[in-house]
């Protein structure tokens, strides 16, 4: 399942859809909140815009990439967009597996993944009302060089 | 005619988050990235001070690609979500 959405998504709601078949032996979920601190400047509240279309593309492809590799059974990835507020719930990616090992890879390249290609952007308000984009992070780049296949 | 569209800062710092370009100004996407160029006194060095990432009909390109009636050319800064 993959959706982008505004409203809020519910951790049991998703772990209990992950869990449908009696095959799962291994289930990894990853949450990302809104931080009230971002390069040690207060962040008040934050909005997201994307690219409606090209990012439910992005997410199916990505998604694709991660089966191919991995044995995944059942697979969500949930991001929300529009005004989030601090400690709100951003984005979900769960991962129903046979074992740890797949769920925990998958999981984690589709996050990788995500950050880098999928068409979203954040814009942070501070403290003092001023607002700002987010800069994309070499970090994030780096991230994804673990996944290339040798 | 083809889409063009303007995504986060970038749309914020030109103003504008959609535009139509006749296919005979951008027959491909270098020649739509010049126009563009072109488009306003200030889109140049808005355009072209910073990494602006494109995608051709919702798909990321990276070369220049040949155009056609119809199609849908995105424009945006490094992205940022997760």
Redesign the interface.
């Known amino acids: 399942m993959i959706s982008v959405q505004e409203q809020d998504f519910n951790q049991q709601e998703e772990y209990d859809r992950l869990k449908c078949k009696t095959s799962v032996g291994a289930i990894v979920t990853f949450t990302?909140l809104v931080r009230d601190i971002n390069n040690g400047q207060s962040v008040s509240d934050l909005s997201?815009?994307?690219?409606p279309?090209?990012t439910e593309?992005c997410l199916v492809d990505i998604v694709e990439k991660a089966k191919r590799r991995w044995n995944v059974i059942e697979s969500t990835v949930i991001?929300r967009v529009g005004q989030l507020a601090i400690s709100d719930q951003?984005?979900f990616v769960g991962i129903a597996s046979q074992h740890r090992g797949d769920a925990f890879a998958a999981c984690e390249f589709i996050?990788d993944y995500?950050?880098?290609?999928?068409?979203?952007?954040?814009?942070e308000t501070m403290s003092d009302g001023q607002t700002q984009?987010?800069?994309?992070r070499e970090v994030?780049q780096d991230a994804l060089s673990k996944w290339v296949e040798k | 005619m083809i889409k063009v569209l303007f995504f986060a800062k970038l749309s914020e710092q030109l103003g504008c988050r959609e535009l139509q370009v006749e296919v005979t100004a951008a027959e491909d996407t270098d020649q739509l990235f010049k126009y563009l160029i072109g488009h306003k006194a200030e889109w140049s060095n808005i355009l072209t001070s910073q990494l602006c990432l494109k995608a051709v009909n919702q798909a990321m390109v990276n070369d220049n690609v040949l155009l056609k009636d119809g199609d849908e050319v995105a424009y945006f800064p490094p992205v940022t979500g997760g």
């Open positions: 990302g997201l815009e994307h690219y279309g090209m593309k991001h951003i984005v996050m995500l950050k880098t290609q999928a068409p979203f952007w954040k814009k984009w987010v800069d994309a994030d």
